[in-house]
């Protein structure tokens, strides 16, 4: 069954990191735009960053520039999003979502939820001392 499964969530403090990863099971990620979003409690989701699975192009919401970075392991077909120095505000339940047939770009960001073809799970990330 073709599934995308979100982990490395947990409680962190501020200052502190977190890598979160994105498992692809049944389809590849070769020729597909991988993003990440973050849904905080009452808040809409909104997006942090995307990476091309065909060569590693990484592009970030301009407000998550400089603390996250997005990588991808092709072979483990696993995207990883790597958080530095957390803040309080950065609390919020990750995704990752797959497009296939996409790079990454301004048009990954513009797609309706339900129009991407893959969502993980989402894991929670707190960040409080």
């Known amino acids: 069954q073709a599934q995308l499964v979100n982990s490395g969530g947990g409680l962190v403090q501020p200052g502190g990191s977190l890598t979160l990863s994105c498992a692809a099971s049944?389809?590849?990620?070769?020729?597909?735009?991988i993003g990440w979003f973050r849904q905080a409690p009452g808040k809409e989701r909104e997006g942090v960053g995307c990476?091309?699975?065909?060569?590693?192009?990484?592009g970030y919401v301009e407000s998550m520039k400089g603390r996250f970075f997005i990588s991808i392991d092709n072979a483990k077909k696993t995207v990883f999003l790597q958080m530095n120095n957390l803040k309080p505000e950065d609390t919020a339940v990750y995704f990752c979502?797959?497009?296939?047939?996409?790079?990454?770009?301004?048009?990954?960001?513009?797609?309706?939820?339900?129009?991407?073809?893959?969502w993980g799970q989402g894991t929670q990330v707190t960040v409080s001392s």
């Open positions: 049944g389809f590849t990620l070769d020729y597909s735009a």
């Open positions: 979502a797959v497009e296939q047939g996409l790079v990454c770009g301004d048009e990954f960001f513009r797609m309706y939820q339900e129009e991407y073809d893959y």
């Open positions: 990476i091309s699975g065909s060569d590693g192009y990484t």
